[in-house]
């Protein structure tokens, strides 16, 4: 097929054919359209798939449509389309193609999946640096766009995460609005306003709500979806694709090692000796399913750098729901609700053990998810915490307990966790 004729299929407003989007905007929609408003350099959306990265971009050339943009103005190209396989640089083709047939010099460039053209960085350093259209592109895999990013694109673009769906946002798509609490006082102080929804639709959220696409789907068929369209994609496709040279059917199984150890430290020796690979192997395969998003690791906390980096790290998924999509990965609930918190907070955190363990410390703030009958038990933590690190305010996370107490002169601020992940940690 020619080069012109996958265009205009994937540009079908040059057609005056309407675009169909979602009227419901993700959070990052309104950060990416101030900086696209504000900002010269380009813009690049960062996050795993199915997170809703091609909608924003659809919305946006909606947006910009209803704006009174010339269609003949936007071009829109999908690198995830097997019909560019053959092509050796289709951003750059695509683009001096585009501007031969339409002659146009106001341009409004958007590439989507962009990781999957080895060299995107030059393709679109090339055409940034030759011709100056605004440009938004996004990209599944992390390590890699960031390796392009540092060494061609350093000081040219700017990068916007896109995460699974916040509960918040998970609300939003439920028809429920809620704001958020900028403090814990507030969260205290209002809890009791917010609707009683919120309770029944955690557990959902827990389950089902991280992506988009799955929220108008039966649990057991959302739960496939992911399955297939997203975390075997990712590992049987992405990754081999953009890395090589792996072993796909031991790259699941790490994986599914990973899942299985949420909330738990990974000791990378007996993830190798129960997969019979090197470990460092298992090493590498573990920075893959980190750089494409599926998990993170967090550091044990210390003042060594050195002792940060040879403690075994603890695990989590990108979103809870993930562990739902293998019937074989067996999560129990206060599981699942510590990997929310952790996906909740945003700043680096840490745990820290002792004696005892504490889940995490963000900005010099204890946090620990007591999902249980007795979240008072935390206490005993914080208190042993407190030998090592001078802190004011803790958080316990609990199911159903609001309430602040001061204990040996620290303020503690019991916060279920329906609550904790609609506030902001100060």
């Not at 895999?141 to 916040?166: C, D, H, Q, Y």
């Not at 988009?212 to 049987?236: D, G, N, S, W």
Request: charged share 25%.
């Amino acid at each position: 097929m020619e080069l012109f004729d996958i265009l205009l299929s994937m540009n079908l407003w040059w057609r005056g054919t309407k675009i169909e989007v979602p009227e419901i905007k993700r959070d990052t929609y309104d950060e990416v359209q101030e900086l696209y408003n504000t900002s010269k350099t380009m813009i690049c959306i960062q996050g795993l798939r199915r997170v809703g990265k091609s909608t924003l971009i659809f919305q946006f050339i909606n947006e910009l449509l209803t704006n009174g943009a010339d269609p003949e103005d936007i071009l829109y190209i999908s690198l995830d389309d097997p019909r560019l396989i053959s092509f050796d640089f289709p951003i750059i083709e695509a683009y001096e193609l585009w501007l031969k047939r339409f002659g146009r010099r106001k341009a409004y460039l958007f590439v989507d999946e962009a990781h999957f053209s080895r060299n995107f960085d030059l393709q679109l350093k090339r055409i940034y640096d030759n011709y100056g259209p605004k440009i938004v592109f996004t990209g599944s895999a992390s390590l890699f766009l960031k390796k392009g990013i540092s060494e061609s694109l350093a000081g040219r673009v700017i990068s916007v995460p896109m995460n699974p769906l916040s509960f918040r946002e998970f609300l939003r798509f439920k028809n429920l609005k809620v704001e958020s609490f900028v403090s814990l006082e507030e969260a205290i102080d209002n809890a009791y306003k917010l609707p009683l929804e919120i309770y029944s639709l955690f557990h959902e959220y827990l389950l089902i709500g991280g992506f988009p696409e799955t929220l108008t789907l039966k649990p057991e068929m959302a739960k496939r979806y992911l399955r297939e369209t997203y975390v075997e994609r990712v590992l049987l496709k992405d990754i081999p694709t953009i890395f090589g040279n792996v072993d796909s059917l031991k790259l699941l199984s790490t994986f599914a090692i990973l899942a299985e150890s949420t909330g738990n430290k990974i000791n990378f020796t007996e993830v190798s000796s129960s997969l019979r690979l090197k470990i460092d192997t298992v090493i590498k395969y573990s920075d893959y399913i980190k750089a494409s998003g599926l998990v993170h690791f967090i550091q044990r906390m210390s003042k060594s750098v050195r002792a940060r980096r040879n403690i075994m790290p603890k695990v989590y998924l990108a979103h809870p729901s993930i562990a739902g999509a293998f019937s074989e990965i067996r999560l129990n609930e206060g599981v699942l609700v510590e990997n929310a918190v952790e996906n909740h907070l945003k700043a680096d955190k840490y745990y820290w053990e002792g004696k005892r363990e504490v889940d995490f410390v963000v900005n010099g703030i204890p946090i620990e998810v007591k999902f249980s009958n007795k979240p008072e038990t935390a206490l005993k933590n914080l208190q042993e915490l407190s030998r090592y690190l001078d802190f004011k305010r803790a958080i316990v996370v609990t199911r159903d307990i609001l309430k602040k107490e001061n204990s040996n002169d620290k303020e503690i601020f019991f916060i279920p966790a329906a609550v904790f992940l609609l506030s902001e940690v100060r």
